[in-house]
């Protein structure tokens, strides 16, 4: 197997391995045991980044309190946490009171205590705001992560799921108040999934901040494993795919993708197109057993050609929706 790459989180010194261990299943479809001989593997592999969150783990996102992962986490890398790079977030509904959930100062602050303890840390090496709160000012959020960076208990700054317009005024706040600026951004990427090249890409590129990618096989659906189904019926009792991606036009894509990778595994394709994007810092891959994670780990071995890329734009330009005109003139896209 080739060895593990590392790459600089945007225009921070920080380095990841280009591949990070997601940790969403810990607690819930993967038990203690196996997540952490999952763990053993991942560092023994070169893998310096975990990615937990203070939800993960809980079988319903909407009950009110914290997922087992990060508790999980903390003790798998008891005596070892000084060379990984430990990410989690905050935001996300966590108890039954009003300021349970959400970006407000009180939660936040709450937030990163409940998880330094529960990781078993003294700092959190990058910290999410997990999705956009509109009930907060950004602001305030932004000046509460600052405090924390200053105190030595976050070291950067990550906003996740977030569209453009908001990690783009996120900057321009940070810059105008001279805060802890935004480091890097947690989003879905992948190759049926490419919508963020219209903009967010090229705001990260020209803003300098690193891009840590989260769905990047579309929830199993760039594995293959989805297509002896039926799209135009609803799944079986037991699959679960992303609901947007259970659609005939979907299949037609994973299909034609599947014919471009030949004998490749269509999982290790998917994962080495991604690395070939060197705006990519790391790509975060949520698996639940050992083997999984040898198979993304399989994605290193590969070579993307210029003719598979191209290739692979083909499927994305059918798949992709129809740019107005306005993005197709600024974007270089022709009309036919």
Sequence with gaps: ????QYRRMGRSGLK???ISLGTLWFGSKVDEATAIGMVDRALAAGINCIDTADIYGKERWDTPQRG???????????????????????????????NDRGLNRKHIVEGVHESLRRLQTDYIDLYYLHEPDYTTPLEESLETMNDLVGQGKILYIGLSNYYAWQVCKALWIADKKNLAGVDC????????????????????????????V?????????????LAYDPTRPPPPGVKPYPSTWEPRYFQAVTRLREIAG?????????????????????????SSVKQLEEN????????????????????QELRPTPTMFYARGYGIEFK
Excluded: H
């Design 1 to 4: 197997m080739a060895e593990m």
């Design 16 to 18: 990841l391995s280009v």
């Design 68 to 98: 087992p992962s990060e508790e999980i986490v903390g003790r798998a890398l008891k005596g070892r946490r000084q060379s990984v790079v430990l990410a989690t977030k905050v935001a996300a509904l966590t108890g039954p009171g009003a």
């Design 185 to 212: 951004i947690q989003m879905v990427y992948n190759l049926a999934a490419r919508d963020a090249e219209l903009e967010m890409t090229r705001l990260c590129e020209a803003e300098g901040v690193g891009i840590n």
């Design 214 to 226: 989260w769905g990047a096989l579309a929830g199993g659906m760039l594995s293959g494993k989805f």
């Design 263 to 287: 004998p490749r595994s269509l999982s290790q394709f998917s994962l080495a197109w991604m690395l070939t994007n060197p705006q990519v810092s790391s790509i975060v891959c949520g698996v």
């Design 297 to 316: 780990l399989g994605s290193l071995d590969l070579e993307i050609s210029a003719d598979d890329s191209k290739a692979c734009d083909e499927v994305w």
